[in-house]
T-cell receptor
Framework: QKEVEQNSGPLSVPEGAIASLNCTYS??????FFWYRQYSGKSPELIMS????GDKEDGRFTAQLNKASQYVSLLIRDSQPSDSATYLC????????????FGAGTRLFVKA | ETGVTQSPTHLIKTRGQQVTLRCSSQ?????VSWYQQALGQGPQFIFQ???????GRGNFPPRFSGLQFPNYSSELNVNALELDDSALYLC???????????????FGPGTRLTVL
């Protein structure tokens, strides 16, 4: 079992629709959860961070965390073609030393 | 613009050589992490430094080593380069330890290493 798992996609949604991205993790000691966006050839760019159970909204983005289910998700409302990128889920913990584990990423295509 | 810089942008080495990659963190950021990202994969955690001490390490062999300096700069050294070391190397800095709102990591633009 991978430490952080994401559907590789690609996920294709029409412009204006809601895109839903999911992530599961295995380390119950994980403390911090992040979503990054990465365009081809560029470095990851932070979208959201979340630390406690529930929802966190920032503009068109909503992150959801459920520690009991070891599940993190990202919703993108009113998806735009410029949202087309790879979305990376990252989990930080201090189990056996500090570490950050990334999923392999989900490729999102937003069709105009 | 995250305020995190890396040098060089691109680098070509041959198998068996040694390489040093450099990173300059945001001012005040005490934590720096290094990652290796192969094409089509997510970043793989190499190690983390906090106030000049390594306090976390991923599944990378000892030929991957690092240093962090008091001026918020850091280095990643890789000895005895192998073909599989070809990747994008990313550094990321953060203000505080894991589990707090200050541990958000901000990435530099990366160094593309090619090993021939």
């Amino acid at each position: 079992q991978k430490e952080v798992e994401q559907n590789s996609g690609p996920l294709s949604v029409p412009e204006g629709a809601i895109a839903s991205l999911n992530c599961t993790y295995s380390d119950r000691g994980s403390q911090s959860f992040f979503w990054y966006r990465q365009y081809s050839g560029k470095s990851p760019e932070l979208i959201m961070s979340i630390y406690s159970n529930g929802d966190k909204e920032d503009g068109r983005f909503t992150a959801q965390l459920n520690k009991a289910s070891q599940y993190v998700s990202l919703l993108i409302r009113d998806s735009q073609p410029s949202d087309s990128a790879t979305y990376l889920c990252a989990v930080r913990s201090n189990t056996g030393g500090f570490k950050t584990i990334f999923g392999a990423g989900t490729r999102l295509f937003v069709k105009a | 613009e995250t305020g995190v810089t890396q040098s060089p942008t691109h680098l070509i080495k041959t198998r068996g050589q040694q390489v040093t990659l450099r990173c300059s963190s945001q001012s005040g950021h005490n934590t720096v992490s290094w990652y290796q990202q192969a094409l089509g994969q997510g970043p793989q955690f190499i190690f983390q430094y906090y106030r000049e001490e390594e306090n976390g390490r991923g599944n990378f062999p000892p030929r991957f080593s690092g240093l962090q300096f008091p001026n918020y700069s850091s280095e990643l050294n890789v000895n005895a380069l192998e073909l599989d070391d070809s990747a994008l190397y990313l550094c990321a800095s953060s203000l505080g330890p894991a589990g707090t709102s200050t541990d958000t990591q901000y990435f530099g633009p990366g160094t593309r290493l090619t090993v021939l």
